[in-house]
């Protein structure tokens, strides 16, 4: 670690993204570092909810900035930049996750059963303000655990729509998975984190409609 | 989807329920649904405690990135870089400024 870091001087942040990546392209060092910089944070915490693991994040964001170092010359601008990457950091983190689970698949083409109804079991109104409750580690923690106890391909799902606000268009466009697929997913993952979080910011003691347990 | 004359059950709403969070039904189906939940409390319940979880993730950096981890990025990507530059002639990759 007694390297520097890239020493650069700071980009406008209104420069243009395909502006950037045509000097990337071109040589421009401080562009790619401008790119990397807008993204990384995002990269970063993706890697790590995919992996739960923050070697492996780490390793991802490397290895994704540094691939799309060495192929930025194939990079067509037909996405956007941020998502040529994520759907590198996806594949890399997957990859992560695979080999630490090496006895079982991990795969987001996983056969599930799309037509299967999804299950509610939990059905209870939560604390008006359950976030309020908690400091925000333990909140942190709380909203953590949850998401890693998800299947890898809904968790990934959730966090590309929900955590990182992509499109279902991009999502799909990330993952090689039709829209349909996208869709579906993300209702399940959505419903076992409601399922889960229930159980803990669910409303104590007043059985308000009869339906607190 | 023709939602005209027929009542929409428990799971209808639950298998519209992304696209009724996400605001992506159709105007007509989207009026069925908010019919259903103002009579069935249970898939209110659903319905508000879903939103929340969507909500609750929304802006919540649960991980972010340690300052050590980023210099360590822009340092591997410098000396990428300076690998590439090297293997090209003095011409390639410089940092401008």
Redesign the interface.
Known sequence: MADKPLQTAREPVSAGEGDLVERAKGGDMEAFAELVRRYERRIYRMARQITQNDEDAEDVLQESFLKAFEHLDSFQGQSKFYTWVTRIAVNESLMKLRKRKSDRTVSLDENIETDEEPIVREIAVWEDTPESKYSQEELRQILDKAIDSLKPIFRTVFILRDVEELSTEETAEILGLSIAAVKSRLLRARLQLREKLTRVFRRKGDGIFGYAK | MDTQNRMITC?DF??E???Y??D?TDPALRAELERHINEC??CW??C???R???Q???G??????PE??????????????AHRAAKNGPA??????
């Open positions: 799971k639950l298998r329920l992304s696209d969070l996400d992506a409390p249970n319940v659903i508000d405690t879903t929340k979880t969507i609750v993730y929304k919540m950096d649960l991980h972010p990135l050590r981890v980023h210099e360590k990025l822009m340092d591997a990507i410098a000396r990428r870089a390639g990759g410089a940092a401008q400024g």
